[in-house]
């Protein structure tokens, strides 16, 4: 119950500071660097240097920490599980593409 009651005060906080423009990410869950790490199964050290790099999405709090937007971690791992589904059905097909074809 307190949980829902903070989410309402966030969603109105934001609502007064940004409008109906909420900057993407700030709008909803955000995840801490090591509830990332472990989506991603690597250390906490290398989502710090996903993000320092630009290659996934954060925001700062006041304190300096990393906040990821949720909805775009869940859009990533599931690109990225693709992505490795689709490479393990290549290494399975490519040595049939690979053999020569019989005279």
Known sequence: MHDDNQ???RKALLANLFGSEVPSGLGGQLLRTADVA???QVSERTV???ARRGRIPS???PGGHRRY???EMRQLLAA???AAVTERRMA???PLRSRPASA
């Open 48 to 50: 710090s240097e996903w």
């Open 92 to 94: 399975a097909i490519s």
């Open 59 to 61: 925001v700062r709090t």
């Open 38 to 40: 472990a989506l991603f």
């Open 69 to 71: 937007p949720a909805e």
């Open 80 to 82: 990225t599980e693709d």
């Open 7 to 9: 989410e309402a005060q």
